[in-house]
Nanobody, 124 residues
């Protein structure tokens, strides 16, 4: 089992920045690809980005490239999501997730473990 706990959410103004963290415990953190997803009210959960086991590879949703950055620190068992130039449409609950597959999946089905989510609200 892998336990994931997100933090760093809150209220931000449009154009501002937030950094989310996700602390992992349980099984060896570096054995998992780590991903971030978000879900707005009334919408499906959507892929934000993912980072490889070593941290050397990343993948992003096309619409978020250039504004969001996923990184990890395996020594701290933590994955991060840096969000810049925030827009009101970025408002959602953000989830981190762990995957045991050997690529950078963008689909919910490929992730085995999920955090409880952290709310991000961007005001205009």
């Amino acid at each position: 089992q892998v336990q994931l706990v997100e933090s760093g959410g809150g209220l931000a103004q449009a154009g501002g920045s937030l950094r989310l963290s996700c602390a992992a415990s349980g099984r060896t953190f570096s054995n998992y690809v780590m991903g971030w997803f978000r879900q707005a009210p009334g919408k499906e959960r959507e892929f934000v980005g993912a980072v490889s086991r070593s941290g050397g590879g990343t993948s992003y949703a096309d619409s978020l490239k250039g504004r969001f950055t996923v990184s990890r620190d395996n020594a701290k068992n933590t994955v991060y999501l840096q969000m810049n130039s925030l827009k009101p449409e970025d408002t959602a609950v953000y989830y981190c997730a762990a995957s045991s597959v050997y690529n950078l999946p963008g689909q919910v089905i490929y992730y085995d473990y999920w955090g409880q989510g952290t709310q991000v609200t961007v005001s205009s």
